[in-house]
């Protein structure tokens, strides 16, 4: 086999994280997830802590940041702009899943590129955020999700020319309601 980069977008509670690395496992390759947080606090100095929440901080407006570039790059650009640095260096060692961070889209012109985009009914995800997640302590656990998934959506349309979830931008789109197991196979 040939080098092959899996990227796994997902919508929030579809067990998309789960599969990735189930399916790396499966191939006997590298999963990047929470990894690439790390290369980043490296390559930037940034905290870890620091990097997780400029990628859940919603974007502003393409013309408030055109507006704030001339000051400087918004803290979300840099983070932005460094992962995709780490992103494309670790598909370049070899075979691997990348997991988020608009890798299907920063990678989109490689050969060796499967697109993967994971998605489940809102019940479901739901069950799982409470259930394998941990989320309990919310009262609107629909809202809650929704709101989680409209925060991945902004973040990448904002960065990419492409739209978050749009089948036509997989390779392959997956209902991961049969499971974690079974939808990795």
């Given at each position: 086999m040939g080098?092959?980069v899996?990227?796994?977008?997902?919508e929030y509670?579809?067990?998309g994280r789960?599969i990735?690395?189930?399916v790396?496992e499966?191939?006997n390759?590298?999963f990047?997830?929470?990894?690439i947080?790390?290369?980043?606090?490296k390559?930037?100095?940034l905290?870890?802590?620091?990097?997780?929440?400029?990628?859940?901080r919603?974007v502003r407006s393409?013309?408030?940041?055109?507006?704030?570039?001339a000051q400087n790059?918004?803290?979300s650009a840099?983070?932005?702009?460094a992962?995709t640095?780490?992103?494309?260096?670790?598909?370049?060692?070899?075979?691997?899943v990348?997991?988020g961070?608009?890798a299907d889209y920063?990678l989109?012109?490689?050969e060796?590129?499967?697109?993967?985009f994971?998605?489940?009914?809102?019940?479901?995800r739901?069950?799982?955020?409470?259930?394998?997640?941990?989320?309990r302590?919310?009262e609107?656990?629909?809202g809650?999700?929704s709101k989680?998934d409209k925060?991945?959506?902004?973040y990448?349309n904002y960065?990419?020319?492409?739209?978050?979830?749009d089948a036509?931008n997989?390779?392959?789109c997956?209902?991961?309601?049969?499971?974690?197991?079974?939808t990795?196979e």
């Amino acid at each position: 086999m040939g080098n092959i980069v899996i990227t796994v977008s997902r919508e929030y509670g579809s067990g998309g994280r789960l599969i990735a690395r189930r399916v790396a496992e499966q191939l006997n390759i590298p999963f990047y997830d929470k990894e690439i947080i790390a290369a980043v606090a490296k390559k930037t100095g940034l905290a870890e802590g620091f990097i997780r929440e400029a990628e859940r901080r919603p974007v502003r407006s393409f013309l408030f940041d055109l507006y704030r570039s001339a000051q400087n790059l918004s803290l979300s650009a840099q983070v932005s702009l460094a992962e995709t640095a780490v992103i494309r260096d670790l598909a370049e060692k070899g075979s691997c899943v990348i997991v988020g961070r608009c890798a299907d889209y920063v990678l989109r012109e490689r050969e060796d590129l499967l697109r993967v985009f994971v998605h489940a009914p809102l019940s479901r995800r739901c069950r799982r955020a409470a259930e394998e997640y941990g989320v309990r302590d919310v009262e609107d656990l629909e809202g809650y999700v929704s709101k989680l998934d409209k925060q991945r959506s902004s973040y990448y349309n904002y960065f990419s020319t492409s739209r978050w979830g749009d089948a036509h931008n997989y390779e392959l789109c997956v209902n991961s309601e049969l499971g974690v197991e079974q939808t990795a196979e």
